[in-house]
């Protein structure tokens, strides 16, 4: 621990989501979610329909969507998000910066077992953060923990994380399932087959592509959930889980497409729709072709009516949204040279670059990951052809997509991408030079990487929400992408399923204080 | 028959060949199938570590020849997304589409040798042209449109949906599991009758015109005997060859149907593999159907010299 | 194949085509598939020469799941595009796929199989070793990896159907020829001299066109069944373009609500089929040898 040390504790502000950094937050009631409505005693057996099987149950190394929500409801994260997304404490229950910002020091709970029983300590926390920074782990959120150089452990019920340089996001980073924390004595081929965690829920039994089945963990270290069991069931077709739930079979689902959402709905079945973290948007890569010039990218962003866009691929179902979309750090929408479609600036913007004669931009979309992928494309082909600008589009196989993605090898991507609550994890990673996914956001100035160096740096929420509006500004100014629409879940809940919150980053963590009567 | 056995061993060869060129030619592996556009974030040393943890840092005819090698020790490979090996995920699967197939090979059966039979009893009459109406609803409407609108008719009318609930093993609860092969197998039997009905059709109006059929009529034998032992009794070779050929499709075929029902079957254990890039696991499935495809027309062959009278005479 | 060598010895003529028409309209179920397959063929050519009364592609979310009317004859699907359009578009979707698909598998099938039975020797081995492989394969996950390998699109598609559809070619072809091959003006012609290409050309393949026809027609019907299989599990024709197959996927979940964007393409996919089927049975009738004589 530094010398001299001194925590500043602030209460919890209503726009905390990063700012935890300087907070000390205590109590573990501070954790309770406000949706734990008491509805009785009730406990009872959830089926939950998915169209798929986890693809892996290590918590580290899942980023398949199905998995992360199983496996949420079985392992602890040193903090975690409530359901507007602010940082709360998990397994750690309060923590402290240093006034250098290089030293964080988390106070962990006492009395928190494992399922297996064991106890949670210090050692596990040392273990795991240490074993996600292994590059032979190829755990996903390794970058997460890049500015950390050493994790100590003094005691038992304390853990010290020293520093590169100050890192505001890191407790927003520690809230993922990908850096749950593992006990030191378990495995990785241990816990594939026989997860291992703090969660509210503990792992009952699993039948490979069938369904996956948890348990209520009787010894929660917070309130303990009123199910006494969830199932996960496997209906592969999402029509068939329709029709599971109107004969009663399955009683919550979650959906993307609208339309199906549409046809759950009636009967004893309610559809609540949520706003996503997850923005679709058309990827230029700024590095390439036509694209290298910062005219052509604003003639695409005049030349495009986001509005269009959502209400023909989408049904309308959706919001406009600038870069980011955490509810705490919106972008503004309309922020940017062209807050509407101007056609008329599209083609000054194209005659400045010296291409009033047109430009070709290829363009690849995966057809299969989501609904809506290609009519996104179609529509914005569509428009960009009215300003002289022509987008060829490549339609791929999910496989291919993904391949020709990773490479950066496009000169624009129509993409769906997840987003983050904290806008520094949700973008540094994309247009910071060094970033690990500067090649494929194919966009980085030195303004940018000096505003997202001070994001990390400042601890107060305010000045954090000026920098990143700045971050916003520029993405936009520069139209490094073209940014279009947020999109909704539809979560189909039967008349008897009382107490489930949905949330923004599609996390199903509140099935412990749902309930069947 | 021993040449037909080498035959089938090279055949069999040839498909593992064949699926494993095929599988590496699409696009991806199992670490982008798993982590998806994530995998751009993996550093060079995390990347060299999940090749050597799926075994795809070795080089393609080591992998090969490893997996094949590992076949005759009866090792079919490990699945880690199910963490189970492929022998016991193969174990489940297999015989849910062995039930389905059975069941729907019976129904065909049941409606179309009687159907045929009754089309070809009077070639042109009304009975014919129903028989030949229905043989051709079952060749033209296809499984996926039936079984959805099955599915979702009776689900949101009757509330009547065995298999929103978990698969239910033969074993383990043998009616709810009779109640869910119920509407898959009546999908795929209603197209598997067309084919049986027409066949059987064929071949009693064929052997009718034969002169043995003549002679015996002409010796007086009774019409109903006649049909029951001489007509149908020679139509059966055409038919059992037609039910085997749709016994061997259906094993790898069904996989629409189960994917509907949510069917925990072998086809779907394929498409899966497919989806995930698990190499091992959908080359050694593919290689246990065409194996299955193969027994079963050796079975097939068998039984004809069972009951053709003049094979068996040959 | 005791048919086949029977009439071996009836070169065919062109004349005979007439009659032959004759015979495929006066069995009732060819001249029902004959009508079937121009009226959809009618459909299908509106489509190719833009007289659709709507864009099949183009969206209009306000007038979206609009029940049929006079403006929208089959109604509209969630998108609010014209399903009555788009399945025309779709019927010529299908066909082209199942057509090209057929047409490379009969070439390839049809060349294979001749070569195979009248040369025999190493090229029958390679041939027939091959046909077993593909045939042991389980067809629908044969074209889906295969439809999975190629950057997709029409003719992609075409293709993976074609490959799967090759080896029934090469096994309806070669047994015959095998036959045909120890025929005696066969032999004859061997020992005047013919070349092997000639003698191919000129003896066998015609004799064997009538199979192949029939087998076209059948495959045909298989090709479009396989194609909307192949777009039901998402592997078929691309978005938006549509297919029949991609249609009823979409609908699936539509049909308690908006029946229509189901029926209609629905039973324009069993009516295409239907009369493929019954194309292929009355031309198998009418050129079925053993069928002149009668009626």
Redesign the interface.
Known sequence: MHEGNRARRVGLGAFSIAAAVALTITGCTASEPSASDDAGAAGGALVVGVTS?P???FPW?A??FQAVNVLQNIYGTLTEFDEELNVVPGLAESWEVSDDGLTVTFHLRNGVTYADGSTFGSEDVKYSLEAIQD??????A??SLASVTAVDAPDENTVVLTLSAPDAALPANLAVVNLAILSSDDTEEAL??TPNGTGPFMFDER?????ITLAKNESYWGEAAKLDTV?F????????I?????????QLAVFD?P??A??AEGGNVTVESTPQLSYHVLQLNATRGDLQDVNVRLALQCAIDRQEVL???A??EGEVTGPITSPAYRSDPSSRPCPERDLDKAAEYLEKAGKSGGVTIKTIVS???YSTS??EA??LKAQAAEAGITLEI???????Y??R??AADFDAAV?L?GGRPDPDGMYG?YFTSTG??N??AGYSSPELDALFAEGKQSSDPDERKAIYEQVSDHLEDNAAWIWLFTSYTYTATAADVQGFTPMANGSLQYLRTTSVN | MLRRILAAIATLLGVAVFVFIMLRAIPGDQITAGLGTEAAALTPDQRQALEAYYGLDQPLIVQFFSWLGNIFTGNLGFSSRAQESVLALTAQSLPVTLELAIFSIVLALALGIPLGMLSASKPDAPRDAFGQLVGLAGLSIPAFLLATTLLAVLASSFGFNPNGQGYAYFFDDPWLNLQQMLLPSLVLGFGIAAPIMRTTRTAVLEIRSNDFIRTAKAKGVPPRRLQAKHVLGNALVPIVTMTGLQFGYLLGGAVVVEQIFSLPGIGRQVLLGIQQKEYALVQSTVLIIALSFVIVNLLTDLLYRVIDPRVRAA | MSEITQSAGIAPGGGRTLERLGLLVRSRSGLVGLILIVALSALSLLSAFGLLPYDPITQDPPSRLQPPSAEHWFGTDQFGRDVFSRVAAGVANSALISLVAVAFATVIGTLAGVIAGFYRGISDGVISGVTNVLFAFPPLLLALSLASVFERNWFTIAVAIAIVYVPIFIRVTRGPVLSLREIEYVKAATSTGQTRAMIMLRHVLPNITSIIIVQVTLSLSWAVLTEAALSFLGLGTPPPAPSLGSMIFEARTLVSIAPWTMIAPGVVIVLLVVGLNLLGDGLRDALDPRNRGRK
């Open positions: 099987d693809d892996t149950l190394k980023t398949q590059e032979a782990t190829a755990a996903v390794a970058t594939n087959t039948s490979a592509s069938q369904s199932e069931r496997v209906i592969p077709d999402e029509s068939s329709v029709s599971a739930m109107q004969a009663g079979n399955v497409d339309v199906v549409q046809t209400d023909t691929a049904l309308g057809q299969g990951e290609v009519n179609q529509n490549e339609v791929l196989e999910s496989g291919a993904v391949d993605w990773i993409a991408n990673r690990n996914l090649a494929v």
